[in-house]
């Protein structure tokens, strides 16, 4: 495979509009789209749209006018689709964090016989960490599934390698077990097709392939059929039943209302819905095609040069790469340095993120010819290199 025959696969790509859709400096290759999305063109209008208009001068009435009071339901609709679940069951707001506890605490009030919780210890520490405030006894995945677990939370792809687990194979074979299934999808939503209709609970965050945007809100997916029996526990006043009648005690709303916890981040959310109108003329099997395609070019230019952390097998991974070496984090600078952008994840792994909707089959070429340069000619080893800065 060579540069003209990436040019052409481009030129093939019905995918290939969307590209413009995006901000994209000049002579960078923006491998980071896994941590943190590429700006959407309309965003900023949307956003100034927000600022000048809706706050700027309809004040306080902006959060009946402009719909602000209903933001966490209406962006849940509309993120829908991008998880293959139904309208009325995704709550948008808050963090990643935050949604792991509500999810995992109302998993363990619902299945009150059971104690313990089963995770992967590679998930990203949020998860686990979560899971250690809430004081729950906690297995790795390795250990199996006895009959006390009561939860399993999973990342359908893993932060470090990409490898990627069956949604429908796990979920059958926990809920089999007796335990509820929760999902972990911030690696995944906007790169793969997702049906998590079965699970009990999923949740992820918007600001990586969704592009909503740095510390856009969260969401979170509650089967409709725990809606009555499940409990929030972080009862903020937003997920009342009748929150402007300041009841002195809670009463939870009906139906997936009762998730919210408190006032939506009114600018956060216009960021969001600015990338979600991009995202709803999307064909999510064209994404996971390109996705597919895209991964499967880089390691084969790549090849033996390094060490793959990720499955070879596409089918068995998400949409980045990850590649050890003992000294991943000069490498990883030494090539930001020369316009492509991927991430180190200590101690020892080089991370490179394809979204599809902006990454192109010649961004894979050059990023990986400027890579084997990088280690070919041992630039990395200017002492510049190593001096590790805040965010890696």
């Known amino acids: 495979m060579n540069r003209d025959d990436c040019l052409a696969l481009d030129a093939a790509d019905p995918l290939k509009a969307f590209r413009d859709e995006f901000v994209l400096p000049e002579g960078v290759v923006y491998l980071v789209g896994n941590s943190l999305g590429a700006l959407p063109r ?12 809706e706050w700027g ?7 009946n006018s402009a719909g602000w009071y209903a933001q966490p339901l209406t962006t849940g609709d509309r993120l829908a689709p991008l998880i293959g679940v139904g309208p009325g069951s995704v709550v948008v707001g808050n963090t990643t964090s935050i949604a792991v506890y509500q999810a995992v605490a109302a998993a363990l009030r619902l299945n009150p016989s059971r104690n313990v919780v089963v995770a992967d210890v590679t998930n990203f520490p949020t998860d686990n960490y979560v899971l250690e405030g809430l004081g729950c006894e906690i297995r790795d995945i390795s250990e199996g599934l006895h009959d006390d677990v009561a939860v399993v939370l ?3 792809v893993n932060y470090r390698t990409g490898e990627r687990y069956d949604v429908a194979e796990m979920t059958a074979r926990v809920q089999a077990a007796g335990a509820l299934m929760v999902w972990d999808l911030c690696h995944s939503v906007g790169a793969l097709e997702i049906d998590v209709s079965a699970a009990d609970f999923a949740l992820g965050c918007t600001y990586k392939y969704l592009n909503g945007g740095p510390g856009a809100p969260a969401f979170l997916y509650v089967n409709p059929r725990h809606h009555e029996a499940a409990e929030n526990v972080l009862s903020g006043w937003y997920a009342h039943a009748e929150p402007f009648a300041f009841e002195p005690r809670f009463r939870p709303a009906d139906g997936i209302r009762r998730f919210t916890v408190s006032t939506p981040h009114v600018l956060s959310f216009a960021a969001l819905e600015a990338s979600l109108d991009v995202w709803e003329r999307v064909d999510l099997a064209q994404v996971r095609a390109k996705s597919v395609q895209l991964t499967s070019l880089f390691v084969d230019l790549v090849g033996d040069a390094l060490e793959l952390a990720s499955p070879r097998e596409p089918e068995r991974r998400g949409s980045q790469v990850s590649f050890f070496h ?3 984090y000069p490498v990883m600078r030494a090539l930001i340095d020369r316009g492509v952008h991927g991430d180190f994840r200590a101690p020892d792994i080089l991370r490179f993120g394809f979204a599809p909707l902006y990454i192109r089959h010649v961004d894979v070429y050059d990023a990986a010819q400027t890579l084997l340069e990088v280690l070919d000619k041992e630039l990395w080893r200017d002492e510049k290199y190593a001096q590790r800065l805040a965010v890696t």
């Not at 001068?57 to 959060?63: A, D, F, I, N, S």
């Open 326 to 328: 003992r000294d991943g």
């Open 154 to 156: 999973l990342s359908e």
């Open 57 to 63: 001068r309809e004040l306080v009435g902006g959060w």
């Open 42 to 53: 309309r965003t900023s209008e949307r956003v100034r749209r927000a600022v000048e208009q």
